[in-house]
């Protein structure tokens, strides 16, 4: 580990942006013997831990609770009293979560020895000639007292922001981004939500378990297009049941504040209708925070949408800097950031590696899960592959009767003569867990036979993955 004088303003590795990338990419260049700063302008943790990830989760566990009381019924279990719910105490928890995470983060950062800048950083300067210290970064922190480090590599990441549209522009009260909706500490009873994509449905799914009244507004014919859309098609109607309202193919033309609420005028294929509601949620993507950072200066390059170009080894065109996480574009997940870290570090200590990004899995919390890795089966087909598909319910798996979470499903997808793993998406319980079972098969270039001939044990959740698995060639055991 290295040894650092406080005052030290020379460094191996300056990092901008305290995120999942750029905190991960602290922690393992300390790890590394790198001399390592690190520059965040707001809190460490980033948007996970303090607008996305962490806080949704926390709110998820208390939605995934409360249906469990619901569920408990099924199990003869009645109680005398009246369940009743606190959102305030929910909210409380939340933040707590996220405290601990920040704290636990930046005492291990500190621990390893990286230096913390609380400030905002640009790059200033940047010398090819000399070897030592290429790069001059200069800090602005709240106090105004300008600083300068220098150092040989730096990474940027810092990260991306909610993207609003000409149409709908937040007020953060009654039109809010995500960044909003994290910190409320009162629910509204009537939302509607803009936006059909991961974020949105995880918070329409939430929400819904609180009691407030969610419409889903997507302007496009498909909510979470990305995803294999049979089994999209079941959560919609997972949706449907538990009351979600989705509007596909539907435009939002007008808003109109009221004294109470907010009125939209809706476009639906043509049809033209008005919903009032008490807020509006913006979930219409994300935009890389890659202005004023000092890029043009030393010759990094953007793409027309702000993400930051790099090659596969996360470096810029720019020698000596680097980029990672949502700034540079694909998968704006948390552990795709972790990934892009961890090879930039490789590529700086000198090691051949490559970005590979076949194998990231995904998951959605609503309720119930969903995730994914690799390809769907169009997806596969587009690509010139023959596949062979297999399916297997959460109703004909053993723990889920047990258990009473028989909703949804798993999905498997391989080549057709190889055998090889090419891809999988489960819809239920824990699916976010069981997903990297398939992550790994994939990583390891493992096939239907593998997963097949590996012993799981019963009863559990994890046979529907070797179900599936058997079923792409008609082999499962337990199937109906
Ligand atoms: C509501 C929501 C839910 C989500 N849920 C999940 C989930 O369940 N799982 C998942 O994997 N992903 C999830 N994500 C996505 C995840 O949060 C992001 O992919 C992840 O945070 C990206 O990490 P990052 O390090 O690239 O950037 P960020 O987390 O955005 O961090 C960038 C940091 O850089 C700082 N910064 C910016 N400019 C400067 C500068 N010039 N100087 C100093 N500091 C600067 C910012 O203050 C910020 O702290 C969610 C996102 C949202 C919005």
Redesign the pocket.
Same mark, same amino acid.
């Given at each position: 580990m290295p040894t650092l004088d406080a005052n030290a303003t020379d460094f191996d590795l300056i990092i901008?942006?305290?995120?999942?990338?750029?905190?991960s990419a602290a922690i393992k260049g300390s790890l590394q013997g790198f001399r390592v700063a690190l520059?965040?302008?707001?809190?460490?943790?980033? /948007?996970?831990?303090? +607008?996305?990830?962490i806080?949704?989760?926390a709110l998820w566990g208390t939605a995934v609770a409360l249906q469990r009381l619901k569920d408990l019924k099924a199990h003869g279990i009645k109680s005398s009293g009246k369940f009743s719910f606190d959102f305030a105490v929910a909210s409380k928890r939340q933040f707590e979560i996220m405290d601990e995470m920040v704290s636990t983060i930046r005492a291990r950062m500190i621990k390893l020895g990286v230096r913390i800048f609380s400030?905002?950083?640009?790059i200033s300067k940047h010398d090819p000639t000399s070897k030592a210290a290429n790069f001059t970064v200069a800090l602005e922190s709240d106090d105004k007292t300008a600083h300068s480090l220098t150092s040989r590599f730096v990474l940027v /990441?810092?990260?991306? +922001?909610?993207a609003e549209s000409p149409v709908l522009i937040a007020d953060h009260k009654l039109v809010v981004t995500?960044?909003d909706i994290?910190l409320f500490e009162k629910l509204p009873k009537r939302l509607a939500i803009v936006g059909g994509g991961?974020?949105a449905c995880?918070?329409a799914s939430i929400l819904n378990k609180f009691g407030v009244k969610v419409h889903l507004l997507e302007h496009s014919s498909q909510v979470l297009s990305a995803m294999d859309q049979e089994v999209v098609s079941k959560l919609m109607e997972y949706f449907d049941e538990d009351g979600v309202k989705v509007l596909t193919n539907t435009k939002v033309q007008i808003l109109a504040k009221l004294r109470s609420g907010i009125k939209l005028t809706l476009d639906t294929n043509g049809t033209h209708s008005d919903l009032t509601v008490d807020c509006v949620l913006l979930?219409i993507g994300?935009k890389p925070?890659s202005e004023?950072?000092g890029l043009e200066t030393v010759g990094a390059q953007v793409s027309p949408r702000g993400h930051i170009l790099v090659d596969e080894k996360n470096e810029t065109r720019c020698r000596g800097l680097y980029a990672?996480?949502?700034?540079v574009g694909g998968?704006?997940?948390?552990?795709?950031?972790w990934y892009?870290?961890i090879i930039a570090l490789r590529a700086m200590s000198g090691e051949e590696c490559r970005t590979n990004y076949d194998t990231v899995p995904?998951?959605i919390?609503t309720i119930p899960e969903m995730a994914a890795v690799g390809l769907q089966p169009d997806q596969a087909r587009q690509r010139g592959l023959k596949v062979s598909i297999g399916k297997f319910e959460y109703a004909e798996n053993a723990q889920a009767m047990c258990t009473g979470k028989i909703r949804g499903m798993v999905k498997a997808v391989i080549e057709r003569d190889t055998g090889k793993v090419v891809g999988c998406t489960i819809l239920g319980h824990d699916a976010s867990n069981l997903i990297s079972e398939v992550a790994l098969a994939m990583h390891a270039g493992l096939t239907a036979k593998d997963i097949g001939d590996t012993i799981h044990p019963h009863p559990t959740l994890s046979e529907m993955v070797w179900e599936s698995f058997l079923d792409t060639q008609g082999l499962s055991v337990h199937k109906k």
């Open positions: 901008l942006g305290g995120g999942p990338a750029g905190y520059v965040e302008q707001g809190r460490i943790g980033g /948007a996970c831990i303090n +607008r996305g990830c806080p949704t989760k400030a905002r950083g640009t /990441a810092t990260g991306s +922001r909610p995500t960044d994290v991961v974020v995880e918070f979930a994300r925070n004023h950072l990672a996480g949502d700034v998968q704006t997940l948390a552990h795709k950031a892009d870290a995904g998951a919390f």
